[in-house]
């Protein structure tokens, strides 16, 4: 394997010592690996802490934003919270479709209101909810915030849910590529470039750089045909994670989904009597004969009106979504030339320095 000459080496020797540079060469690509998986794992931690902060302050604050609905939440706290459990499950990766969630939560909160609204001596039949439920479509019960509700939240919740899974497919890509074994042809170039000098008495002689980075490319051919697609992906990242700030923000909808459902419900109960009349035409009267049919509930005004830029977050939390955003793109641009750079990378922990260039191994002997 090494350059015809005197040398201190048995053809043993030099397969054993090509055999150790393979193996020194691998390590050197597995702890570089390492390296990047520990910045996506941390790119990871640091948006699902962010991403599980903004998701549980939006729980937190239905109390705040509906306690004024009265009974009408405080008897259907389950619901609220079966729904946050949806989002979180989803965010997490379960199989469950957003859409038809969504649906149907404002399917059963329109049956809670419904209810709440009639008379306590009407019973209300499990049929003619169904029937008062496929009216929302057309009737609109809840005006058009369930629809602009669910656009949001569905886009917001596809992005991060598919940002967390990018970053974790990211790291498992270049943990399995970078335990990928070297080819026989790169282990002979390898035992040329590191072990070579040894085998000729030039211990302390370091491979030049340019011979380096020549056999590293040639050895990691493979890996750097992954850049175009690698760069791709990474660009895709970049985006993805800019669009968290895009208007409206990922923190701005998350905040808001208890001022929607409250302002939701407030429409339908002032617009109760006319949507009741509505639903009598076409799914009749419901209870007994002679029962009466539901009275409109008279909703108590609140002071104000509550709109979704009252809880819009603080500029304290905007600011933070922003150095979120940075932070996350910032460093991500920083992966985007892996592949191609590895060779350099390795050559720097192999290769003479800048000052030993007229002194190093060129693969045959100690010169420029």
């Not at 649906?103 to 709440?116: H, I, N, V």
């Not at 057309?138 to 598919?162: E, N, W």
């Not at 002979?188 to 085998?199: G, R, T, V």
């Not at 932070?327 to 320095?353: D, F, H, I, N, T």
């Amino acid at each position: 394997m090494c350059p015809q000459g005197p040398t201190c080496c048995t053809s043993t020797m030099e397969e054993n010592l090509a055999s150790l540079s393979a193996q020194e060469t691998e390590g050197l690509i597995r702890e570089a690996g390492r390296s990047l998986q520990a910045s996506f794992n941390s790119l990871h931690r640091s948006f699902d802490t962010y991403f599980t902060e903004l998701h549980g302050r939006s729980e937190r604050s239905l109390q705040e934003v509906l306690s004024s609905l009265g009974p009408l939440y405080s008897q259907n706290t389950r619901l609220f919270a079966e729904l946050y459990t949806d989002l979180r499950q989803y965010y997490r990766g379960s199989a469950l479709n957003l859409d038809e969630n969504l649906s149907d939560f404002w399917s059963r909160l329109l049956e809670r209101t419904f209810k709440a609204s009639a008379p306590t001596d009407v019973t209300v039949s499990e049929d003619y909810f169904e029937c008062v439920a496929k009216q929302q479509e057309t009737l609109r019960p809840f005006g058009d915030i369930p629809r602009d509700m669910k656009t949001k939240v569905i886009r917001s919740f596809v992005t991060a849910r598919s940002f967390v899974q990018g970053l974790l497919v990211s790291a498992d890509v270049v943990k399995k590529v970078s335990q990928v074994s070297l080819a026989e042809e790169c282990t002979k170039a390898l035992m040329k470039l590191i072990y070579c000098p040894h085998c000729r008495g030039l211990a302390s002689v370091k491979p030049c750089s340019n011979y380096c980075s020549n056999v590293m490319k040639g050895c990691l051919a493979n890996q750097a045909d992954l850049d175009p697609v690698w760069q791709d992906l990474i660009d895709t990242m970049i985006q993805v994670a800019s669009s968290f700030s895009t208007e409206p923000s990922l923190d701005v909808v998350l905040s808001s989904i208890p001022v929607r459902i409250y302002q939701a419900v407030h429409y339908l109960q002032e617009n109760m009597d006319t949507f009741t009349a509505k639903v009598f035409q076409i799914c009749g009267t419901p209870g007994e004969p002679g029962t009466g049919s539901p009275t409109t509930h008279e909703q108590k005004k609140k002071s104000g009106s509550l709109t979704a830029l009252d809880h819009k977050p603080s500029p304290t939390a905007e600011l933070r979504m922003e150095i979120q955003v940075s932070e996350l793109s910032s460093k991500l641009r920083e992966m985007r030339q892996y592949w191609v750079q590895l060779p350099v990378a390795l050559c720097s922990k192999v290769a003479a320095g800048s000052n030993s260039q007229d002194n190093c191994w060129n693969g045959i002997t100690k010169a420029r």
